[in-house]
């Protein structure tokens, strides 16, 4: 667009996960879903070429997938995981803070893939 601007993807999930016995005590792989409740928001500030405006869009997201758990140490893992899933996207919401006028967008939808390289924290047994 060529504009100043802000935009922010932020949610809440929750990641379930299956551990697969391998038989090993130094690593286990694990089969993984999510569930995801997101929002996105833009802010455009006042400039010469365009007014003021700020948008929003509430969405969800499932994914599945998995990875391998590495043992550093009793309560600490080494964590690599992929998972594959699809969002969705309602109605977006884009108001003009000069007038007031609101504007709406269509529905949007998409794949995405998530991977994840850290650390596994255990809570207790």
Known sequence: LGLDHDFTLMGFFFEPRYVIDAGSNTFAPY???RLAVLR????IPDQPSAPPQEGHANGGQINGGGGILFRLAP???VDAGVT???IRFGTSTIKNKETG???TGDRSTGQNWVIRLGL???LGK
């Open 31 to 33: 089969i993984s879903g």
């Open 75 to 77: 309560m600490v893992n």
């Open 120 to 122: 596994a924290v255990g």
């Open 101 to 103: 006028v609101s504007t």
């Open 40 to 43: 996105q928001t833009l802010t």
């Open 84 to 86: 594959y899933g699809y």
